[in-house]
């Protein structure tokens, strides 16, 4: 940041050159307000997410927030929309000569090229890969393939921002990259779900998790999908935007982020609204649609063509994350042998891959539960009975893989569960601040239960050797880092056994 601010004085000094003496019109230098984030990483390759900000800082907490009204559709009498009324249409109201530019969080993005240098850690040559020109019609962003890359090595980034000739800011960062499928070198990892804005629980700076995290040095970390709530105030995919800037220019995540590379998924409300699939009528939303959900996430974090993926770190772990939301069947259809939540080449997808794998550990990442339990009234998930022909179908393939089991997000209270038919377990991380935690009884653990709490947190993973037996250790830690409980798995001849 100290050579971001020598080169802010240096365009201030510009600046005034130009009104004492003349010269040519001065143009602004780009800022990284809503930071970098590097993601996809495997054994050789990774990607850096850039987008250049026309301010160095955020809008400021307290500025303006936009106040949505509803009318019925048909009828046009006002209206308090209950669970997302589908009838219900918006309006805006912003304060008078406020724009989307000025409302709490709000990071305006500027046209200008970044280009990003990195090397090996302890390298003294760097690489780079040139100047790119963000995307105004994606949001000013642009992202970087950084390819030929030696595995289980730490990487130094550099991430410089220019519009025309004008220097802009500069970011320092890093990450790390996979151990090659040989390697039995250890690894950590961290699971979150469910970051709502107005639940953030650290005053003027962001959610308490990221800081947690981030001390206990994971080599990577996986965002399973509700990265934020679109439903109440993005009616507009100008609105939708301005919630990526909100959540990405708080301290706590520009922070983080800069220094742990992660795999971003999507579930519902970073989607589009509560419980949605494609084709789903409803006017709640206004003006975003749904094809447009699906764009600003792809525009808002690093990632490939294929938003399901799996990435092998070591000998020991493999790990799948599927997409749940781009091929569903309406939730509302009957079910049966032709209802879907992954769809079908998604599906042939996992069963090929997982069952080609000889990882020790294979672990799916899923926005949504497949062992479950939900509650009674859900319909959009593996564990609920709208989706249960399928549902059944997952768990008894996973099943019946060697030592594989499951950690999802969605749900807003932690706990591990055991499939009383096929045994599967599922690890399910929680909200991410106990603000946002709710939805399951405090005093109710249902037998398949293990352990159960309405609490706010993340998921620690780590894989390792013990005494030349590979070992894998699920700790549910609180908001601050605390571990709330642990499971230590062990491989052996049958499967999975959990250590006593």
């Known amino acids: ?284 939303m206004g003006e975003f649609t749904f094809e447009q959900g699906l764009g600003v996430f792809r525009e808002q974090v690093p990632m490939g063509d294929k938003n399901y993926r799996t990435v092998r770190w070591g000998k020991h772990l493999q790990i799948w994350m599927v997409e749940g939301r781009d091929f569903r069947s309406a939730n509302t259809d009957a079910d049966g042998p032709a209802k879907s939540i992954w769809g079908e080449e998604q599906k042939r997808w996992f069963k090929e891959t997982v069952s080609a794998s000889d990882a020790t550990f294979r672990v799916l990442l899923t926005p949504t539960p497949v062992v479950g339990p939900d509650r009674d009234s859900k319909g959009d998930n593996h564990a609920n009975r709208a989706f249960a022909h399928e549902g059944r179908e997952l768990r008894r393939f996973m099943a019946e893989q060697k030592n594989m089991v499951v950690l999802c997000g969605d749900r807003h209270w932690q706990y591990v569960s055991v499939d009383p038919e096929t045994g599967l377990r599922e690890y399910g991380c929680g909200a991410g601040s106990n603000e946002h935690a709710g939805g399951w009884p405090k005093d109710l653990k249902r037998d398949e239960q293990l352990y159960v709490n309405v609490i706010g947190g993340f998921l620690h993973v780590s894989v390792e050797t013990d005494g030349g037996a590979p070992v894998m250790r699920l700790a549910h830690r609180g908001v601050e880092g605390e571990v709330l409980h642990t499971e230590t798995l062990l491989s052996n001849a049958q499967g999975i056994a959990v250590q006593p």
């Open 1 to 284: 940041m100290f050579v971001g601010s020598l080169r802010r004085a240096g365009v201030w000094f510009a600046l005034l050159s130009s009104l004492m003496y003349g010269s040519v019109a001065f143009a602004a230098a780009p800022g990284f307000a809503t930071g970098i984030k590097i993601g996809e990483v495997d054994a050789d390759s990774a990607r850096v997410w850039v987008r250049l900000t026309r301010d160095a800082q955020r809008v400021p907490m307290g500025s303006p927030m936009p106040v949505i009204t509803y009318s019925h559709e048909k009828t046009g009498k006002p209206i308090q929309p209950k669970d997302r009324d589908r009838q219900a249409v918006p309006k805006v109201h912003l304060p008078e000569g406020v724009t989307v530019e000025q409302l709490e969080g709000a990071a305006p993005g500027m046209s200008g090229e970044a280009r990003v240098r990195y090397r090996r850690e302890g390298d003294a040559a760097w690489l780079e890969t040139g100047w790119q020109a963000v995307d105004s019609t994606r949001d000013y962003t642009t992202q970087f393939a950084l390819e030929s890359l030696d595995a289980a090595s730490k990487y130094e980034v550099e991430v410089d921002a220019r519009a025309g000739t004008v220097m802009g800011e500069q970011l320092t960062g890093g990450f790390r990259t996979a151990p090659a499928s040989d390697s039995e070198a250890p690894v950590s990892f961290t699971v979150i779900s469910c970051t709502d804005y107005p639940d953030r629980d650290l005053p003027g700076e962001g959610f308490k998790i990221y800081p947690a995290m981030r001390k206990l040095d994971p080599a990577f970390f996986v965002h399973t999908g509700d990265i934020l709530y679109y439903d109440q105030l993005a009616k507009s995919l100008e609105l939708a935007r301005w919630h990526w800037q909100q959540v990405y220019s708080l301290p706590t995540n520009l922070a983080f982020h800069r220094e742990v590379a992660g795999y971003f998924m999507k579930d519902d409300h970073d989607t589009w609204v509560n419980d949605c699939w494609p084709g789903m009528p409803s006017r709640f």
